[in-house]
């Protein structure tokens, strides 16, 4: 069956603590591994896509990387406007997104 | 450039009632996907129209829901006589043809009394 997991569930960070957040997938023939930010009565907004393993995508504190089975989200010197949930998603078709339940990052100041 | 509308925001209905949900891709896209976001639960696949045409209903229950991405307008999730467990937020995302990626919308956030 196809499955994305998310680890951990919640994350309470002081500002500036770097952390890691896991997405472990076991999707069939993935050709895409996908992150988004979701904020409280919002839709998921885009991050990263990842397509190979061993590749690397960064945007300001945030750095996602790839392996063969799971995926990273690298938080560095986290700030208070960095908390929100963190999604993953893996895509084996292009029409079909199986998600994870998320992240839940609280930064604390 | 307007991003993936949806509305209304909030819908709140009695069981047994109707609800349509609508969603206006964005500009110069025209494939729309539909996913159900349970409390507690992942974003879960419905499913994906283009204009005029069913693709992929796999995540769709098979009674009480219908989609539709008419030629003009907005697409449509309907949900026949609504119960308590259809409660959730229904997102809607649209990407441009072969393209590899999702803008989604704000959802539309059911609730059933």
């Known amino acids: 069956e196809d499955q994305v997991t998310q680890s951990p569930e919640a994350l309470r960070l002081q500002e500036g603590e770097s952390s890691s957040l896991n997405c472990s997938y076991t999707?069939?023939?993935?050709?895409?591994l996908f992150w988004y930010r979701q904020d409280p009565g919002k839709g998921p907004e885009f991050l990263f896509t990842l397509y190979s393993a061993g590749e690397e995508k960064e945007k300001e504190r945030l750095k996602a990387t790839l392996t063969k089975k799971e995926s990273f989200l690298h938080i560095t010197a986290p700030k208070p406007e960095d908390s929100a949930t963190y999604l993953c998603a893996g895509s084996n078709t292009g029409n079909q997104f199986y998600f994870g339940t998320g992240t839940s990052l609280t930064v604390i100041p | 450039n307007a991003g993936v509308m949806q509305n209304p925001r909030h819908l709140v209905r009695r069981r047994g009632q109707e609800a349509r949900l609508r969603c206006s891709p964005m500009k110069g896209h025209s494939h729309v996907y539909w996913y159900r976001q349970l409390p507690e639960e992942g974003l879960k696949f419905m499913v994906y129209?283009?204009?005029?045409?069913?693709?992929?209903e796999s995540g769709m229950p098979k009674e009480r829901f219908s989609a539709e991405f008419p030629k003009e307008g907005p697409s449509i999730l309907r949900i026949q006589q609504v119960v308590r467990g259809d409660s959730a937020a229904y997102f809607c995302?649209?990407?441009?043809?072969?393209?590899?990626?999702?803008?989604f919308g704000s959802g539309t956030r059911l609730t059933v009394v």
């Open positions: 129209l283009q204009k005029e045409n069913i693709i992929d």
């Open positions: 999707v069939s023939g993935l050709r895409g």
């Open positions: 995302a649209s990407s441009p043809p072969a393209n590899y990626g999702y803008t």
